[in-house]
T-cell receptor, first 113, second 116 residues
Framework: NAGVMQNPRHLVRRRGQEARLRCSPMKGHSHVYWYRQLPEEGLKFMVYLQKENIIDESGMPKERFSAEFPKEGPSILRIQQVVRGDSAAYFC???????????FGQGTRLTVV | AQKVTQAQTEISVVEKEDVTLDCVYETRDTTYYLFWYKQPPSGELVFLIRRNSFDEQNEISGRYSWNFQKSTSSFNFTITASQVVDSAVYFCALSELGNTGNQFYFGTGTSLTVIP
């Protein structure tokens, strides 16, 4: 049973470009969470999704950021018109149900130059 | 307000010493979960333990042990006979059952360095 798969592991974008981060949850997991880790900081919640539904996006910036978890395929975190402050590690986690342990992917390290 | 506080930013110990990482949390929920995760230098997050609020029994897993005390809202993590491979950042996290968003609230982490 493969773990949570995130790709790419490293992503470099120029200011103004779009960044697409992918997350394939563990098999059988229908709950997906995205977290952002800024340098030297802990993880901050961004969004919680179940298949085809956004349950809680209270941690998402209001502009430029969006997330989806389609019926088929991975969850996508999309950042439009990236800025230097978006440089961070973005972690995806999945769980089979609420409030069980969440298994994290290896993260995508986004660098905006 | 910070829901999870890890007051120790950095700790250094000599190999084979015991070390305790502190975690204090804040919640109004009666049902919640507490977690510890390890983040080694490679960057991934490794799940270590989950504890629910109704289970205050301490747990031991090999060299790891956890002390959950609701009276002081603490969930401390002890590594006995530390090894160099224990060097990592350790995060404590809280998940509130009443929170429909099911967010994990993470502390800011404790960076542990084990010196050979």
């Amino acid at each position: 049973n493969a773990g949570v798969m995130q790709n790419p592991r490293h992503l470099v974008r120029r200011r103004g470009q779009e960044a697409r981060l992918r997350c394939s949850p563990m098999k059988g997991h229908s709950h997906v969470y995205w977290y952002r880790q800024l340098p030297e900081e802990g993880l901050k919640f961004m969004v919680y999704l179940q298949k085809e539904n956004i349950i809680d996006e209270s941690g998402m910036p209001k502009e430029r950021f969006s997330a989806e978890f389609p019926k088929e395929g991975p969850s996508i975190l999309r950042i439009q018109q990236v800025v230097r402050g978006d440089s961070a590690a973005y972690f995806c986690a999945s769980s089979p149900m609420k409030n069980t342990e969440a298994f994290f992917g290896q993260g995508t390290r986004l660098t905006v130059v | 307000a910070q829901k999870v506080t890890q007051a120790q930013t950095e700790i250094s110990v000599v190999e084979k010493e015991d070390v305790t990482l502190d975690c204090v949390y804040e919640t109004r929920d009666t049902t919640y979960y507490l977690f510890w995760y390890k983040q080694p230098p490679s960057g991934e997050l490794v799940f270590l333990i989950r504890r629910n609020s109704f289970d205050e029994q301490n747990e031991i897993s090999g060299r790891y042990s956890w002390n959950f005390q609701k009276s002081t809202s603490s969930f401390n993590f002890t590594i006995t006979a530390s090894q160099v491979v224990d060097s990592a950042v350790y995060f404590c996290a809280l998940s509130e059952l009443g929170n429909t968003g099911n967010q994990f609230y993470f502390g800011t982490g404790t960076s542990l360095t084990v010196i050979p």
